[in-house]
C-alpha cells in the first residue's frame, strides 16, 4: 500500500529502465511520417534525406513516461535518445543549474553515437510522450546504412567549426 500511495504522489519516482523493458505494451504507435516529421527537427540528421530519416524513425518507439520518471542519470552510460513530444522535463546539470525542455526539444543525441556517461539527470516534470531511439539498433542502422554516417559526420563537422569560429571571434 505505501508503494502504490508513492507513486500516486510522486515520492517515488518510475525509471526509464522499466518502460523500456516492457517492450511492446508501453510502446504507442505513432504513424511513419510523424516521427519522420519530428526527426528532421533533431540537428544531428539536418543533413539526412528521407530515406535515412525514414530508417531512423523505424527503429524509434514512442513510450509514455508518467512524471518523476528519471529518463537519464548523471553519471551513467548513455544509451537512449529522446524527442519530447508531450509534456515537460526537467534537466539537472548541478544543484544549482536547471532547464526544462519542453515538446519539440530533445537530448541524448551525442549518446547515441559515442555511449559516454551523461552530464545530467533529466526527470519527468509532467506526463510525458517521447520518441525513443536506442544507441543499440542505432548503431546496427549505421552498419546497415553507411551514407547515413556521413550525413551526421557532415553535421557534426559543422557544429566544430561554428565552436572553432566563436572561440576564436
Same mark, same amino acid.
Given at each position: 500500500?505505501?508503494?502504490?500511495?508513492?507513486?500516486?504522489?510522486?515520492?517515488?519516482?518510475?525509471?526509464?529502465?522499466?518502460?523500456?523493458?516492457? =517492450?511492446?505494451?508501453?510502446?504507442?504507435?505513432?504513424?511513419?511520417?510523424?516521427?519522420?516529421?519530428?526527426?528532421?527537427?533533431?540537428?544531428?540528421?539536418?543533413?539526412?534525406?528521407?530515406?535515412?530519416?525514414?530508417?531512423?524513425?523505424?527503429?524509434?518507439?514512442?513510450?509514455? @513516461?508518467?512524471?518523476?520518471?528519471?529518463?537519464?542519470?548523471?553519471?551513467?552510460?548513455?544509451?537512449?535518445?529522446?524527442?519530447?513530444?508531450? =509534456? @515537460? @522535463?526537467?534537466?539537472?546539470?548541478?544543484?544549482?543549474?536547471?532547464?526544462?525542455?519542453?515538446?519539440?526539444?530533445?537530448?541524448?543525441?551525442?549518446?547515441?553515437?559515442?555511449?559516454?556517461?551523461?552530464?545530467?539527470?533529466?526527470?519527468?516534470?509532467?506526463?510525458?510522450?517521447?520518441?525513443?531511439?536506442?544507441?543499440?539498433?542505432?548503431?546496427?542502422?549505421?552498419?546497415?546504412?553507411?551514407?547515413?554516417?556521413?550525413?551526421?559526420?557532415?553535421?557534426?563537422?559543422?557544429?566544430?567549426?561554428?565552436?572553432?569560429?566563436?572561440?576564436?571571434?
Amino acid at each position: 500500500m505505501e508503494f502504490i500511495r508513492g507513486v500516486l504522489d510522486g515520492s517515488y519516482s518510475w525509471d526509464l529502465r522499466d518502460l523500456l523493458r516492457k =517492450g511492446d505494451d508501453a510502446e504507442i504507435r505513432l504513424p511513419q511520417d510523424e516521427k519522420i516529421r519530428h526527426l528532421q527537427k533533431v540537428d544531428i540528421f539536418a543533413d539526412s534525406t528521407r530515406k535515412q530519416l525514414k530508417a531512423v524513425a523505424a527503429i524509434s518507439r514512442v513510450i509514455e @513516461a508518467p512524471t518523476g520518471t528519471v529518463l537519464t542519470r548523471a553519471g551513467e552510460p548513455g544509451e537512449e535518445f529522446f524527442f519530447i513530444l508531450d =509534456g @515537460a @522535463a526537467m534537466v539537472e546539470v548541478t544543484r544549482r543549474k536547471r532547464v526544462r525542455l519542453l515538446p519539440g526539444e530533445f537530448f541524448g543525441e551525442m549518446s547515441l553515437l559515442d555511449g559516454e556517461p551523461r552530464s545530467a539527470t533529466v526527470r519527468a516534470e509532467t506526463d510525458m510522450r517521447l520518441l525513443v531511439i536506442l544507441r543499440r539498433n542505432f548503431q546496427s542502422l549505421l552498419s546497415e546504412v553507411p551514407e547515413l554516417t556521413r550525413s551526421i559526420l557532415i553535421v557534426l563537422s559543422r557544429r566544430l567549426r561554428d565552436l572553432e569560429r566563436t572561440l576564436n571571434a
